[in-house]
Nanobody, 120 residues
Framework: QVQLVESGGGVVQPGGSLRLSCAASGFTVSSYGMGWYRQAPGKQREFVAAITQSGRTNYADSVTGRFTISKDNSENEVYLQLNNLNSEDTAVYYC??????????????WGQGTQVTVSS
C-alpha cells in the first residue's frame, strides 16, 4: 500500500527557512519521479518542484533559487528545503509520487499535506 507522509511544516518569519520531509512506503523513491505541490487559501493547487528517478530536478519559476528538492534513496524519503520564505509561500504543501520516472508522467499518489505559514 502506497503511503506518503509529510512533516516539517510550521510557522516561520519572512526570510526564514524550513525543511519539509516526505516519508514514502509501499514503493521505493529510487524508482519513480517525486514532487511537491502547494495550495494556498482560495487558490488552485500548483506545482512547486519535482525530481526524476535519476535525480534531475525541475522548479516553478516562483521558487527557483530559493527551494531545493532532494531525496535519500536509502531512507526512502524526499525533501524540500525552503529558504528566504515570504508570505506568498504560505500554503499547504503536498508530496506526490508520479506514475513513471519523471514529472512528465501522471500524478498517482498524494500525501495528506503539511501547513507552512510565513508570518511576522
Amino acid at each position: 500500500q502506497v503511503q506518503l507522509v509529510e512533516s516539517g511544516g510550521g510557522v516561520v518569519q519572512p526570510g526564514g527557512s524550513l525543511r519539509l520531509s516526505c516519508a514514502a512506503s509501499g514503493f521505493t523513491v529510487s524508482s519513480y519521479g517525486m514532487g511537491w505541490y502547494r495550495q494556498a487559501p482560495g487558490k488552485q493547487r500548483e506545482f512547486v518542484a519535482a525530481i526524476t528517478q535519476s535525480g534531475r530536478t525541475n522548479y516553478a519559476d516562483s521558487v527557483t533559487g530559493r527551494f531545493t528538492i532532494s531525496k535519500d534513496n536509502s531512507e526512502n524519503e524526499v525533501y524540500l528545503q525552503l529558504n528566504n520564505l515570504n508570505s506568498e509561500d504560505t500554503a499547504v504543501y503536498y508530496c506526490l509520487k508520479f506514475s513513471g520516472l519523471s514529472w512528465t508522467s501522471s500524478r498517482d499518489y498524494w500525501g495528506q499535506g503539511t501547513q507552512v505559514t510565513v508570518s511576522s
